[in-house]
């Protein structure tokens, strides 16, 4: 039972993890229309930004803030040299496009940093456990992810509700003539966007970075649990992108955690650990498939657009 | 969207000296001939490289069909490469040696799994239909991953080729000019098909299904015969895949695996006869050469693949033609 | 009294927090052209949309040929005898006029599961889609690509399509919208040739085209009708008056 309490604490910290790169992907995606396979590039970037500021400062915190800045700053200067000529084209050229980003990411990573991969050590504090509830004991790290998550999600929610710039982005959304018929300078806006997506699939790379290893490739396979999130979730809405990430990073921790000991009890140990695993890899996109099935446009679907 | 529709299939007389037409007649007869080169130079290596581009150029051959003539992009079809190739693996491990029991059931394992996909995908459109089918594809690579009889993760090794009596795959020359009548049966397959009733059918749904459905047409059914007979099709290339390399594993299946296809189709040019053939020539080439000429080959073929898709309309097909990005 | 060609019973639409369609119930009996005319946004285009099945309705039903086709897709509404032109063309851009045409043939010319025969060489299509066409008045067109036709001749081609899938009732929507007045002429000229052959269920905002062809009149506003019937009637109806045709009477023809 404690172990299924830090299994579910652990999959709401991948899901929020999730959820701050599917809210990148989902806001270019709904703003700029834009299907972009680099996001996952620009996560892998932070880890290792992360990693080579925490050797040149020696401070973890400042490795952290450096990371998301630099995040930042390369995807503006992406957007403004090469995928803002993507805007007009169709989807099939965005998945193209994209695509060639994502190899030459790879490719500039292993030139940089070799192909080894690196390690992004923690400070000694947050490497000690807490009590949460009597008798479980929970990384401080961990906590750290979690809550940080939460901040960057209520900072983002004030910004987007709240603010003049997240009604820009919200109008862009469902009316891309307009804003600009407004004279809102809409390019910025883009940039602006496409920027803020960089910095928060940066921000969760560099969180990732301690817990996993940094090492070229391993944006992809996030990626693609990012867009089951968004699917899920509803393309283009943050809040179903919420709920969908926190639903998957459980679904999947639990999943692996439980599934091949629950086979065990019914199948032979052998077959057991054969299905196991590739099942509860599976099982998200399961989730997906039945999602697109019974409710096409995700849980919490846009409202316009 | 890059332009659909092959100006030779329309009411303009086809046989005129175009460049196209030049280049594409000089690409076949070079591909034909390319066994005597070898023969000649005795360079193995060539005919090694070239067999490959024939066979993904056949599995291009069958994205084209979906993507380019039906507008249905999808990012999960290498997990029919996968399946084809598995099918060989897993019966070879299994004793059964016979190329007639091998592929058939590579075909039909693959035209299965297009039909469960195709039917709870086909539901959807744009960037859903792509992501289902990525995400179906991440399942089956899954699987294999899981299948620690048949290699897991580490791959098969298929020991000998699918064995036909008349005929030996063992032989490259033999297998090359096999892969090239495959590949060549396809273009004349699928050439056949788009000009057909249910061609016509499948284009229309691409141009405008809402009007389809409105003149009395059930697409659905229509799209989903096509996207198994595209899976059936590219289950063949993976069978062929299977024997050309003597082994198959998961890393066949894997997503970035289904963006090399698309990108074959769509650098080619989509929806025409020979675009797949060129763009899988071209990929192929070019991966080879900047592979050669330096350590991080992808530096430059990224940015290609960027450049192509912000500038040129109609892949390279569309460049023959002369057409431009406005 | 024989059950109308097509009956609506309270069919009702609400999308998020407006009603587009107000528990509309209207029978149309066979060989009538029936106008519907109402200010934009008053739910039309929904009405149609509704009878093709496009949309599902939240309550009601609508009754085609004597049976129940409430639940029926798209496409074997069609099938049965209902057919539609679209507000803004919907056509095959790529492809020409008779390719169109054809299209529309082919759909009720049995299955399309053909594989190898070429289907532009099918004598069987192509007669019938150069007849929808001459029917129009848009034979000599045929042979061009639709992006080199103009836009009357798209509207054209979309009642052509239309006629082409052999249809009972024929849908509307506004077919002569963005016209002139030569192109609006000729378009009443080849609705009222078919008056009678085929029921109508016309969209207009073009007061004249209507009261030229429709043997009745539906007024919508705000997805409910206010008025319907005889079209001299209607007209004299002091809430349509106030409601629509009195703004109407105001502006120029094309400006509503």
């Not at chain 3, 002139?180 to 008056?195: H, I, N, T, W, Y």
């Not at chain 3, 209507?210 to 319907?228: C, H, K, N, Q």
Request: aromatic share 8%; hydrophobic share 50%; proline share 3%.
């Amino acid at each position: 039972m404690l172990y299924f309490i830090e299994q579910c604490l652990n999959g709401v910290q991948l899901g929020l993890l999730l959820f701050l790169l599917a809210a990148g992907l989902t806001l270019v995606f709904g703003i700029m229309d834009l299907v972009n396979l680099a996001h996952g590039s620009l996560y892998m970037l932070g880890a290792y930004f992360a990693a080579t500021f925490a050797v040149w400062t020696g401070s973890f915190v400042l490795a952290v803030i450096l990371a998301v800045v630099a995040s930042l700053i390369v995807g503006m200067v992406l957007e403004v040299v090469a995928v803002r000529r993507l805007y007009d084209r169709s989807h099939l050229d965005h998945v193209l496009g994209t695509f060639g980003l994502l190899l030459f990411f790879n490719e500039a990573v292993r030139l940089i940093w070799g192909p080894a991969g690196m390690t992004l050590a923690l400070p000694n504090e947050m490497l000690t456990a807490v009590q949460v509830i009597p008798g479980v004991y929970y990384p401080i790290y961990r906590l750290v992810i979690i809550l940080a998550t939460l901040a960057v999600a209520g900072f983002l929610y004030i910004v987007v509700m709240r603010t003049r710039l997240g009604m820009l982005i919200r109008a862009g959304a469902s009316n891309r003539e307009m804003v600009g018929a407004l004279g809102i300078n809409i390019k910025l806006l883009y940039t602006l966007v496409f920027g803020l997506g960089a910095a928060l699939a940066g921000f969760a790379g560099v969180m990732q970075a301690p817990i996993l290893t940094v090492q070229i490739g391993m944006g992809e396979n996030i990626l693609i649990l990012a867009f089951v999130v968004i699917i899920i979730g509803g393309i283009g809405s943050i809040r179903g992108a919420l709920v969908a990430s926190v639903l998957v990073g459980l679904i999947d921790t639990i999943g692996r955690a439980f599934v091949t000991d629950l086979l065990r009890r019914v199948l032979s140990t052998n077959a057991a650990d054969t299905l196991g695993p590739s099942l509860s890899s599976m099982s998200i996109y399961m989730l997906m498939a039945a999602v697109l099935v019974f409710r096409p446009e995700g849980l919490f679907p846009a409202a316009s657009r | 969207m890059s332009a659909g529709v092959d100006p030779s299939l329309d009411t303009a007389p086809p046989w005129l000296f175009t460049p196209r037409v030049v280049f594409t007649t000089m690409i076949v007869a070079v591909l034909a001939l390319l066994p005597v080169y070898s023969m000649l130079t005795g360079n193995t290596f060539t005919l090694t490289l070239f067999t490959r581009v024939l066979i993904l150029a056949a599995a291009a051959v069958s994205l084209n069909l979906i993507m380019g003539y039906g507008g249905m992009v999808s990012f999960g079809h290498a997990a029919y490469l996968g399946i084809g190739g598995y099918a060989v693996g897993i019966l070879a491990k299994e004793g059964i040696g016979s190329g007639f029991a091998q592929w058939p059931v590579a075909i039909a394992a693959s035209a299965l799994y297009a039909l469960v996909v195709g039917a709870l995908s086909l539901r959807t459109r744009g960037v859903y239909f792509i992501m289902i089918t990525l995400a179906f594809a991440q399942m089956i690579y899954y699987v294999a991953i899981g299948l620690d009889r048949y290699g897991g993760d580490d791959g098969l090794t298929i020991h000998k080729r699918s064995q036909f009596g008349f005929i030996d795959l063992s032989n490259r020359t033999t297998f090359y000019y096999l892969c090239f009548a495959v590949l060549l049966g396809s273009i004349y397959l699928v050439a056949r098909i788009v000009n057909s009733r249910f061609g016509l059918v499948i284009r229309g749904s691409r141009s405008n299904d809402r009007r389809m459905r409105a003149i009395g047409f059930p697409t659905f059914r229509y799209r989903l015969v096509c996207f198994v007979i595209a899976g059936a099709l590219c289950g063949l290339a993976g069978a062929l895949l299977a024997n050309h390399t003597n082994f198959v594993s998961p890393a066949l299946m894997h997503w970035t695996r289904s963006g090399d296809l698309i990108v074959m189709v769509v650098l080619g040019g989509l929806g025409t006869l020979f675009g797949p053939l060129i763009g899988a020539a071209t990929f192929l080439l070019l991966e080879e050469g900047l592979s050669r000429l330096t350590e991080y080959p992808d530096l430059i073929l990224g940015p290609v693949l960027l450049l192509v898709a912000i500038y040129l309309n109609g892949g390279i097909e569309g460049l023959l033609e002369g057409r431009r990005r406005g | 009294m024989a059950e109308p060609l097509l009956l609506i019973t309270g069919l009702t639409k609400r999308f998020g927090g407006v009603t587009a369609a107000d528990a509309i119930t209207l029978g149309i009996p066979a060989g009538e052209v029936h106008a519907v005319i109402g200010p934009n946004g008053a739910g039309k285009t929904t009405l149609i949309g509704l009878i093709t099945g496009e949309i599902a309705p939240q309550d009601g039903a609508v009754r085609f040929d004597g049976g129940d086709i409430t639940r029926l897709p798209v496409y074997r509404r069609n099938r049965l005898g209902l057919a539609r032109s679209f507000q803004i063309t919907s056509l095959f851009s790529d492809l020409t006029a008779l390719d169109n045409v054809s299209l529309a043939v082919q759909a009720h010319r049995g299955h399309s599961f053909r594989f190898w025969r070429d289907a532009r060489g099918e004598n069987e299509l192509r007669q019938p889609a150069l007849a929808a066409l001459d029917r129009v008045g848009l034979a000599e067109r045929a042979g061009l690509k639709v992006a080199k036709l103009s836009h009357g001749e798209h509207r054209q081609l979309e009642i052509a399509m239309a006629l082409a899938t052999g249809p009972r009732l024929l849908l509307l929507d506004e077919p002569m919208a963005g016209m002139g007045p030569d192109e609006s002429a000729r378009m009443v000229r080849l609705l009222r040739q078919l008056k009678g052959g085929v029921t109508i269920l016309l969209i207009e905002h073009d007061m004249e085209a209507v009261f030229a062809l429709a043997d009745r009149l539906t007024v919508l506003v705000y997805g409910r009708i206010i008025a319907s019937g005889d079209p001299a009637a209607v007209r004299a109806d002091p809430a349509v008056r106030q409601a629509y045709l009195g703004e109407k009477e105001n502006k120029d023809k094309r400006g509503g």
